[in-house]
């Protein structure tokens, strides 16, 4: 993807994209110019979700008036897709269809750059006030699991109906934690912190969570037990009950922080 106007590592979140008319015109008859503008709200944006809207195709009689118009808009990314031309051996709506996906393509393109900047920008945050937020934040949430009530009803049948995803996460999160408890000083490299007999203790949680809820990349905290490292395992952890709870700027918090982790 090359701009001809703006810098793809700074998107400004408003993309034209356009095209030269080459021939027969099914759109506008007389335009020799189609383009569309592409808006990505940084409002409610986050790590899972970055809303775009597409407007419809414009149309302009010449590129004098096209690019005069550009300029009115000021801050905004340029890019030229290849010419339209509709082909005499092809279906009319099969062209546009490929037309149509021409710019999906550059769509997602563009939001995955948009995506880095964000990323990049809420990463160099100062922390020290973001974990102070945070706390307070933990705080809340910590009083009000302690007065949920969960069913505790057990159907011998299927074991899994009696777990869901937060019941999941809080055993996991207490095994880690008593591990943590237990542990007394920094284990040298023969001796595990975590048996293989524990670690079969996750592994309910583990599959339940695997089985129903794909959207929690819980591969990632089991390699971190089998790894022995609880310190990214407790990171997951807490990144899932972001995404639970539907915190998910805080999910990117914790992501940058394995990341971090990870690295060293």
């Known amino acids: 993807m090359k701009l001809i106007k703006g810098n793809l590592d700074s998107p400004s979140g408003n993309l034209i994209a356009f095209s030269e008319v080459k021939g027969y015109n099914p759109i506008d008859p007389k335009a020799k110019i189609l383009a569309v503008h592409i808006v990505v709200s940084p409002l409610s944006a986050h790590s899972y979700n970055y809303p775009v809207v597409v407007f419809p195709v414009s149309t302009f009689p010449d590129k004098e008036l096209f690019f005069q118009t550009i300029e009115f808009i000021e801050n905004c990314d340029v890019i030229q897709l290849e010419d339209f031309r509709m082909p005499e051996d092809e279906d ?21 750059a948009y995506q880095k900047k964000y990323a990049k920008q809420f990463q160099e945050q100062d922390i020290a006030i973001f974990d102070f937020l945070f706390d307070l934040e933990q705080i809340s949430l910590n009083k009000k699991r302690v007065h949920q009530k969960v069913n505790q009803k057990r159907k011998k049948s299927n074991p899994e109906r009696n777990l869901n995803l937060e019941i999941s ?10 591990k943590e408890k237990n542990k007394r000083g920094r284990p040298s490299k023969k001796q595990k912190v975590i048996s293989k007999e524990e670690i079969e203790k996750y592994q309910p949680y583990i599959t339940f969570i695997k089985n129903y809820h794909p959207e929690i990349d819980i591969i990632n905290f089991e390699k971190a037990i089998e790894d022995q490292n609880l310190q990214l395992a407790n990171l997951y952890l807490q990144k899932y009950y972001a995404i639970l709870e539907e915190r998910y700027e805080t999910a990117q918090y914790f992501q940058n922080r394995i990341k971090e982790l990870e690295k060293k």
């Open 92 to 112: 009319e709506d099969e062209y546009l269809k490929k037309r149509m996906k021409m710019l999906n393509s550059v769509v997602q393109e563009y939001v995955d």
């Open 169 to 178: 996460l809080k055993t996991l999160e207490e095994l880690i934690n008593q």
